[in-house]
Protein backbone atom coordinates (compact mmCIF):
# COMPACT_ATOMS: atom_id res chain seq x y z
CA UNK A 1 0.00 0.00 0.00
CA UNK A 2 1.43 3.37 -1.21
CA UNK A 3 1.71 6.24 1.67
CA UNK A 4 -0.85 8.87 1.93
CA UNK A 5 -1.04 12.65 1.79
CA UNK A 6 -2.14 14.01 5.60
CA UNK A 7 -4.05 16.93 4.50
CA UNK A 8 -4.85 17.40 0.39
CA UNK A 9 -6.08 20.50 -1.26
CA UNK A 10 -7.73 20.86 -4.58
CA UNK A 11 -7.94 24.50 -5.94
CA UNK A 12 -6.36 27.20 -7.84
CA UNK A 13 -2.33 28.12 -8.57
CA UNK A 14 -2.76 31.83 -9.92
CA UNK A 15 -0.60 34.75 -11.22
CA UNK A 16 -2.03 38.01 -9.32
CA UNK A 17 -1.76 41.53 -10.47
CA UNK A 18 -3.04 43.68 -7.39
CA UNK A 19 -3.36 47.20 -6.36
CA UNK A 20 -3.87 48.15 -2.93
CA UNK A 21 -3.63 52.00 -1.46
CA UNK A 22 -0.71 50.69 -0.15
CA UNK A 23 1.15 49.39 -3.57
CA UNK A 24 1.33 47.55 -6.36
CA UNK A 25 2.38 44.07 -7.37
CA UNK A 26 2.45 43.24 -11.12
CA UNK A 27 3.53 39.39 -10.57
CA UNK A 28 2.17 38.51 -7.27
CA UNK A 29 1.62 34.88 -6.70
CA UNK A 30 -1.96 33.62 -5.49
CA UNK A 31 -4.71 30.87 -5.93
CA UNK A 32 -6.68 28.99 -3.26
CA UNK A 33 -4.42 26.16 -3.41
CA UNK A 34 -1.25 28.23 -3.15
CA UNK A 35 -2.50 30.31 0.11
CA UNK A 36 -4.13 27.13 1.73
CA UNK A 37 -1.05 25.16 1.43
CA UNK A 38 1.41 27.55 2.86
CA UNK A 39 -0.72 28.39 5.67
CA UNK A 40 -1.63 24.88 6.40
CA UNK A 41 2.22 23.41 5.81
CA UNK A 42 2.73 24.83 9.37
CA UNK A 43 0.75 22.56 11.10
CA UNK A 44 1.09 19.31 8.75
CA UNK A 45 2.40 17.53 5.53
CA UNK A 46 0.03 19.02 2.74
CA UNK A 47 -0.29 17.93 -1.36
CA UNK A 48 -1.75 20.44 -3.94
CA UNK A 49 -4.15 19.27 -6.55
CA UNK A 50 -3.94 22.47 -9.10
CA UNK A 51 -3.34 23.55 -12.42
CA UNK A 52 -0.19 25.30 -13.88
CA UNK A 53 1.05 26.82 -17.18
CA UNK A 54 4.41 27.08 -18.85
CA UNK A 55 4.68 30.63 -17.16
CA UNK A 56 4.27 28.91 -13.41
CA UNK A 57 8.42 29.37 -13.64
CA UNK A 58 10.94 27.32 -11.65
CA UNK A 59 11.49 29.97 -9.16
CA UNK A 60 7.44 30.64 -8.82
CA UNK A 61 7.96 27.22 -7.42
CA UNK A 62 10.34 27.89 -4.83
CA UNK A 63 8.04 28.52 -2.76
CA UNK A 64 6.48 25.09 -2.51
CA UNK A 65 9.84 23.45 -1.99
CA UNK A 66 10.34 26.17 0.86
CA UNK A 67 7.41 24.45 3.06
CA UNK A 68 7.62 20.99 1.68
CA UNK A 69 4.45 20.79 -0.09
CA UNK A 70 3.70 17.75 -2.52
CA UNK A 71 3.69 19.20 -5.82
CA UNK A 72 3.22 15.54 -7.15
CA UNK A 73 -0.88 16.32 -8.02
CA UNK A 74 0.42 19.82 -9.38
CA UNK A 75 -0.36 19.57 -13.58
CA UNK A 76 1.50 21.34 -15.69
CA UNK A 77 0.35 22.35 -19.07
CA UNK A 78 2.84 22.49 -21.95
CA UNK A 79 2.35 25.90 -24.15
CA UNK A 80 -0.55 26.98 -21.55
CA UNK A 81 -0.80 29.71 -19.60
CA UNK A 82 -1.59 30.32 -15.73
CA UNK A 83 -4.86 31.32 -14.29
CA UNK A 84 -4.37 35.15 -14.08
CA UNK A 85 -6.38 37.09 -11.85
CA UNK A 86 -6.14 41.38 -11.76
CA UNK A 87 -7.51 42.73 -8.67
CA UNK A 88 -7.74 46.39 -6.91
CA UNK A 89 -8.64 47.43 -3.11
CA UNK A 90 -9.72 50.55 -1.63
CA UNK A 91 -9.67 52.11 2.11
CA UNK A 92 -12.45 49.01 2.26
CA UNK A 93 -10.21 46.38 2.30
CA UNK A 94 -12.91 43.86 2.70
CA UNK A 95 -14.02 44.06 -0.87
CA UNK A 96 -11.56 43.03 -3.86
CA UNK A 97 -12.90 44.70 -7.13
CA UNK A 98 -11.80 42.33 -10.16
CA UNK A 99 -10.73 44.31 -12.96
CA UNK A 100 -9.43 41.14 -15.10
CA UNK A 101 -9.91 37.31 -14.69
CA UNK A 102 -7.96 34.80 -17.35
CA UNK A 103 -8.90 31.43 -16.70
CA UNK A 104 -6.58 30.23 -19.12
CA UNK A 105 -5.60 26.65 -18.24
CA UNK A 106 -7.94 26.65 -15.09
CA UNK A 107 -10.89 26.63 -17.49
CA UNK A 108 -10.74 22.89 -18.52
CA UNK A 109 -8.72 21.79 -14.94
CA UNK A 110 -9.88 17.98 -14.20
CA UNK A 111 -8.22 16.98 -10.95
CA UNK A 112 -6.09 14.07 -11.56
CA UNK A 113 -5.35 12.56 -7.75
CA UNK A 114 -2.45 10.27 -7.43
CA UNK A 115 -3.28 6.91 -4.88
CA UNK A 116 -1.47 8.80 -1.96
CA UNK A 117 -3.87 11.40 -2.77
CA UNK A 118 -6.85 9.22 -2.71
CA UNK A 119 -6.11 7.94 0.58
CA UNK A 120 -5.48 11.58 2.48
CA UNK A 121 -7.31 11.70 5.84
CA UNK A 122 -8.09 15.31 5.43
CA UNK A 123 -9.26 17.27 2.14
CA UNK A 124 -10.27 20.88 1.62
CA UNK A 125 -12.04 21.70 -1.73
CA UNK A 126 -11.26 25.36 -2.66
CA UNK A 127 -13.33 27.36 -4.71
CA UNK A 128 -13.91 25.87 -8.02
CA UNK A 129 -16.90 24.33 -9.84
CA UNK A 130 -19.12 22.51 -7.60
CA UNK A 131 -19.31 19.09 -9.48
CA UNK A 132 -15.58 18.85 -9.81
CA UNK A 133 -15.17 19.76 -5.90
CA UNK A 134 -17.68 16.30 -6.03
CA UNK A 135 -16.18 14.27 -8.04
CA UNK A 136 -12.84 14.96 -5.61
CA UNK A 137 -14.51 14.28 -2.76
CA UNK A 138 -15.82 10.51 -4.27
CA UNK A 139 -11.97 10.09 -5.23
CA UNK A 140 -10.92 10.29 -1.48
CA UNK A 141 -11.31 8.17 1.09
CA UNK A 142 -10.93 11.30 3.56
CA UNK A 143 -12.65 11.18 7.50
CA UNK A 144 -13.09 14.99 7.15
CA UNK A 145 -13.57 17.02 4.55
CA UNK A 146 -14.25 21.09 4.25
CA UNK A 147 -14.86 23.06 1.45
CA UNK A 148 -15.18 26.80 0.18
CA UNK A 149 -17.73 28.17 -2.42
CA UNK A 150 -18.92 32.21 -4.22
CA UNK A 151 -21.73 33.68 -4.79
CA UNK A 152 -20.65 32.85 -8.75
CA UNK A 153 -21.86 29.30 -7.94
CA UNK A 154 -24.76 29.85 -5.14
CA UNK A 155 -26.34 32.26 -8.01
CA UNK A 156 -25.30 30.04 -11.13
CA UNK A 157 -24.95 26.24 -9.96
CA UNK A 158 -27.17 26.36 -6.99
CA UNK A 159 -28.48 22.90 -7.15
CA UNK A 160 -24.83 21.44 -8.20
CA UNK A 161 -23.81 23.25 -4.86
CA UNK A 162 -26.31 22.16 -2.79
CA UNK A 163 -25.40 18.23 -3.94
CA UNK A 164 -21.47 18.85 -2.88
CA UNK A 165 -22.59 20.92 0.28
CA UNK A 166 -24.20 17.47 1.34
CA UNK A 167 -21.29 15.49 1.14
CA UNK A 168 -18.76 17.42 3.17
CA UNK A 169 -17.97 18.00 7.15
CA UNK A 170 -17.71 21.88 6.84
CA UNK A 171 -18.45 24.59 5.08
CA UNK A 172 -16.25 27.92 5.12
CA UNK A 173 -17.76 30.80 3.60
CA UNK A 174 -17.67 34.79 4.29
CA UNK A 175 -20.41 36.47 5.15
CA UNK A 176 -22.28 37.89 2.39
CA UNK A 177 -21.98 34.58 0.83
CA UNK A 178 -23.94 32.50 3.97
CA UNK A 179 -26.65 35.28 3.88
CA UNK A 180 -27.09 34.96 0.40
CA UNK A 181 -26.78 30.84 0.24
CA UNK A 182 -29.57 30.52 3.12
CA UNK A 183 -31.83 33.33 1.62
CA UNK A 184 -31.76 34.98 5.12
CA UNK A 185 -30.70 38.34 6.21
CA UNK A 186 -29.73 37.02 9.35
CA UNK A 187 -26.67 35.39 10.24
CA UNK A 188 -27.58 33.23 12.89
CA UNK A 189 -30.62 31.82 11.19
CA UNK A 190 -28.71 31.54 7.91
CA UNK A 191 -26.48 29.39 10.01
CA UNK A 192 -28.95 27.09 10.80
CA UNK A 193 -30.57 26.70 7.51
CA UNK A 194 -27.22 25.58 6.00
CA UNK A 195 -26.80 23.24 8.71
CA UNK A 196 -29.77 21.37 7.52
CA UNK A 197 -27.94 20.81 4.37
CA UNK A 198 -25.45 17.99 5.76
CA UNK A 199 -22.56 19.41 7.16
CA UNK A 200 -21.50 19.26 10.53
CA UNK A 201 -20.29 22.85 11.08
CA UNK A 202 -19.89 26.46 9.65
CA UNK A 203 -17.49 28.71 9.82
CA UNK A 204 -17.98 32.09 8.78
CA UNK A 205 -15.22 34.40 7.44
CA UNK A 206 -16.01 38.12 8.20
CA UNK A 207 -12.50 39.85 7.40
CA UNK A 208 -11.62 42.49 9.59
CA UNK A 209 -14.64 41.62 12.28
CA UNK A 210 -12.98 37.72 12.52
CA UNK A 211 -14.84 34.53 12.27
CA UNK A 212 -18.08 32.87 14.13
CA UNK A 213 -18.24 28.75 13.78
CA UNK A 214 -21.56 27.03 14.19
CA UNK A 215 -22.60 23.34 14.73
CA UNK A 216 -26.29 22.11 15.27
CA UNK A 217 -25.57 23.05 19.43
CA UNK A 218 -22.54 25.03 20.13
CA UNK A 219 -21.80 29.31 18.76
CA UNK A 220 -18.33 30.45 18.59
CA UNK A 221 -16.87 33.72 17.62
CA UNK A 222 -13.39 35.47 17.60
CA UNK A 223 -12.73 39.11 16.83
CA UNK A 224 -9.92 39.50 13.85
CA UNK A 225 -6.45 39.84 15.33
CA UNK A 226 -5.62 43.91 15.30
CA UNK A 227 -3.57 44.84 13.35
CA UNK A 228 -2.18 48.52 12.31
CA UNK A 229 -1.48 47.48 8.91
CA UNK A 230 -2.96 45.40 6.19
CA UNK A 231 -1.31 45.69 3.07
CA UNK A 232 -3.08 43.41 0.66
CA UNK A 233 -6.23 40.83 2.01
CA UNK A 234 -5.93 38.88 -1.28
CA UNK A 235 -5.80 35.18 0.00
CA UNK A 236 -6.47 36.04 3.62
CA UNK A 237 -9.72 33.42 3.28
CA UNK A 238 -7.32 31.06 2.81
CA UNK A 239 -5.08 31.23 4.53
CA UNK A 240 -7.27 31.32 7.13
CA UNK A 241 -8.72 27.51 6.19
CA UNK A 242 -5.69 26.67 5.77
CA UNK A 243 -4.66 27.23 9.33
CA UNK A 244 -7.85 25.59 10.48
CA UNK A 245 -7.39 22.87 8.23
CA UNK A 246 -3.80 22.27 9.21
CA UNK A 247 -4.64 22.53 12.80
CA UNK A 248 -7.28 20.19 13.03
CA UNK A 249 -5.36 17.46 10.55
CA UNK A 250 -2.06 17.53 13.10
CA UNK A 251 -4.83 17.06 15.99
CA UNK A 252 -5.40 13.57 18.01
CA UNK A 253 -9.25 14.21 18.18
CA UNK A 254 -12.09 16.73 16.29
CA UNK A 255 -14.24 17.44 19.26
CA UNK A 256 -15.33 20.92 20.32
CA UNK A 257 -11.99 22.44 22.47
CA UNK A 258 -10.17 21.28 18.68
CA UNK A 259 -12.42 23.11 16.29
CA UNK A 260 -12.38 26.50 18.67
CA UNK A 261 -8.39 26.31 18.85
CA UNK A 262 -8.35 25.55 14.90
CA UNK A 263 -10.65 28.79 14.62
CA UNK A 264 -8.24 30.94 16.18
CA UNK A 265 -5.11 29.52 14.26
CA UNK A 266 -6.90 29.98 10.99
CA UNK A 267 -7.47 33.74 12.36
CA UNK A 268 -3.44 33.75 13.44
CA UNK A 269 -2.51 32.93 10.10
CA UNK A 270 -4.57 35.06 8.15
CA UNK A 271 -3.76 37.81 10.42
CA UNK A 272 -0.08 37.31 9.23
CA UNK A 273 -1.32 36.99 5.39
CA UNK A 274 -2.49 40.32 5.17
CA UNK A 275 0.19 41.85 6.46
CA UNK A 276 2.36 41.40 3.09
CA UNK A 277 1.50 40.89 -0.61
CA UNK A 278 1.36 37.70 -1.61
CA UNK A 279 2.11 34.86 0.80
CA UNK A 280 5.60 36.84 1.55
CA UNK A 281 5.09 37.12 5.39
CA UNK A 282 3.80 33.13 5.76
CA UNK A 283 7.62 32.40 3.91
CA UNK A 284 9.21 34.28 6.51
CA UNK A 285 7.15 32.86 9.75
CA UNK A 286 8.65 30.86 12.41
CA UNK A 287 6.46 28.65 14.32
CA UNK A 288 7.25 31.13 17.40
CA UNK A 289 5.72 33.92 15.95
CA UNK A 290 2.53 31.70 15.73
CA UNK A 291 2.82 30.55 19.20
CA UNK A 292 3.17 34.46 20.31
CA UNK A 293 -0.30 35.65 18.29
CA UNK A 294 -2.07 32.60 19.27
CA UNK A 295 -1.50 33.64 22.87
CA UNK A 296 -2.15 37.19 22.16
CA UNK A 297 -5.81 35.81 21.10
CA UNK A 298 -6.05 33.94 24.31
CA UNK A 299 -4.93 37.53 26.11
CA UNK A 300 -7.11 39.59 24.62
CA UNK A 301 -10.49 37.38 24.39
CA UNK A 302 -10.36 36.18 27.76
CA UNK A 303 -12.44 37.86 30.87
CA UNK A 304 -13.40 36.61 33.77
CA UNK A 305 -16.49 35.84 35.34
Not at 26 to 41: K, N, T
Not at 197 to 223: C, I, N, Q, S, W
Not at 227 to 248: H, K, N, R
Not at 257 to 284: K, P, Y
Request: hydrophobic content about 45%; aromatic content about 10%; glycine content about 8%.
Amino acid sequence: MSSQIPLLVVGSVAIDSIRTPFGVRERSLGGAALHFSVSASFFTDVGVVAVVGDDFTTEDETVFRERKINTGNLQRIAGGKTFRWEGEYGFDLNTAHTLDTQLNVFADFKPQLSDEAKRSPFLFLANIQPGLQREVREQVDARFVAMDTMNFWIEGARDELLRTIAVVDALIINDAEARELAGEPNLIRAARKILTLGPKMLVVKRGEYGAAFFTRDTYFATPAFPLESVFDPTGAGDSFAGGLMGYIAQSDKIDESTLRRAVIFGSVMASFNVEEFSCDRLRRLDPNDIKARFQQFKEFTNFEV
